[in-house]
């Protein structure tokens, strides 16, 4: 955190003043609790990340280019089954369509890690786009995403998590998969 006062104490009372706000920091500094890593927020939330699936088509989990990291589009990862494939409103109500894009961003966090090596080198959830497997007269597709997005509030914070999203219906998706989701996340060097 830093002290609003120490660059004016610097200009009113020179070095000697500045040193000993800057002590005043540190010794202050001390007492603060340390904030949690989205790691230590993972393990409060009872999430343990999955071994990402292999891609299933020609192509890689994420790319970084410079301090961007582009996730590609995930489904489920462990396999699909009966409670994970299929429309919304046809096959599985929002609830049940909020729950899989929450494990979808399970899936998306750990190619994340792998990718970047520490999710405390996220500096912000850029861009989200959320796709629900539903029928034309479907219009809940921004709840079934906010899975998704609020796992990304609850491991991130809301200062890092807030993105730009889309969220939208398909008429099919790969492998009949319910929810697939693609990602831009800035990250610190």
């Given at each position: 955190?830093?002290?609003?006062?120490a660059?004016?104490?610097?200009r009113?009372?020179?070095?000697?003043?500045?040193?000993?706000?800057?002590?005043?920091?540190v010794?202050?500094?001390s007492?603060?609790?340390?904030q949690?890593?989205?790691?230590?927020?993972?393990?409060?939330?009872?999430?343990?990340?999955?071994?990402?699936?292999?891609?299933?088509?020609?192509?890689?989990?994420?790319?970084t280019a410079?301090?961007?990291?582009?996730v590609?589009?995930?489904?489920?990862?462990?396999?699909?089954d009966?409670?994970?494939?299929?429309?919304?409103?046809r096959d599985?109500?929002?609830?049940?369509?909020?729950?899989?894009?929450?494990?979808?961003?399970?899936?998306?966090?750990?190619?994340?890690?792998?990718?970047?090596?520490?999710?405390s080198?996220?500096?912000?959830?850029?861009?989200?786009?959320?796709?629900?497997?539903?029928?034309?007269?479907?219009?809940?597709?921004?709840?079934?995403?906010?899975?998704?997005?609020?796992?990304m509030?609850?491991?991130?914070?809301?200062?890092?998590?807030?993105?730009?999203r889309?969220?939208?219906?398909?008429?099919?998706?790969?492998?009949n998969?319910?929810?697939?989701?693609?990602?831009?996340?800035?990250?610190?060097?």
């Amino acid at each position: 955190m830093t002290c609003p006062v120490a660059v004016p104490a610097t200009r009113r009372w020179g070095n000697a003043g500045a040193m000993a706000i800057v002590g005043l920091v540190v010794a202050g500094a001390s007492t603060v609790e340390a904030q949690p890593t989205p790691e230590d927020r993972l393990v409060e939330l009872g999430i343990v990340l999955p071994t990402p699936d292999a891609p299933v088509a020609n192509y890689v989990k994420a790319v970084t280019a410079g301090n961007l990291v582009f996730v590609a589009g995930h489904g489920p990862c462990g396999g699909l089954d009966e409670s994970n494939t299929g429309k919304i409103d046809r096959d599985h109500t929002v609830e049940e369509g909020y729950a899989i894009a929450r494990w979808v961003g399970v899936c998306v966090l750990a190619s994340l890690k792998r990718e970047i090596g520490e999710l405390s080198r996220v500096k912000r959830i850029v861009k989200v786009h959320g796709m629900v497997n539903s029928s034309p007269e479907f219009t809940g597709h921004s709840q079934v995403i906010n899975g998704f997005s609020d796992l990304m509030e609850e491991v991130f914070g809301p200062e890092i998590s807030k993105h730009a999203r889309a969220a939208v219906g398909m008429a099919s998706l790969p492998r009949n998969q319910t929810v697939e989701i693609e990602t831009v996340v800035e990250i610190r060097d």
